[in-house]
Nanobody, 124 residues
Framework: QVQLVESGGGLAQAGGSLSVSCAAS????????MGWVRQAPGKEREFVAG????????SYSDSVKGRFTISRDNAKNTVYLRMSNLKPEDTAVYYC?????????????????WGQGTQVTVSS
């Protein structure tokens, strides 16, 4: 298993930017493909972005392509999500997730390990 802790959520204005981070415990972080999944109020969880073990490939939902960037620093056991040109529709709890898959997983229910989530609120 891997333990995941998100941080960096907060309040942003529409059109603004915000970054969230996910710190992983253990020595095997680089073995995991990582993803960000969000859950808006009253909505089901939605895949946002994913990144392979060495950061070689990424995947994004259509709703965030061109606005969000996922990255990772395996030396720091950390994955990041940089969000720009934010929209009120981006308001959600953002969860960090991990899977042993060697390819990016775009189905949220397919991730094996989850963090507690961090709240991102975008005002209009």
């Amino acid at each position: 298993q891997v333990q995941l802790v998100e941080s960096g959520g907060g309040l942003a204005q529409a059109g603004g930017s915000l970054s969230v981070s996910c710190a992983a415990s253990g020595r095997t972080f680089s073995r995991y493909t990582m993803g960000w999944v969000r859950q808006a109020p009253g909505k089901e969880r939605e895949f946002v972005a994913g990144i392979t073990r060495n950061g070689g490939r990424t995947s994004y939902s259509d709703s965030v392509k061109g606005r969000f960037t996922i990255s990772r620093d395996n030396a720091k056991n950390t994955v990041y999500l940089r969000m720009s040109n934010l929209k009120p529709e981006d308001t959600a709890v953002y969860y960090c997730a991990a899977t042993i898959s060697i390819v990016v997983i775009t189905i949220d229910s397919s991730y094996d390990y989850w963090g507690q989530g961090t709240q991102v609120t975008v005002s209009s």
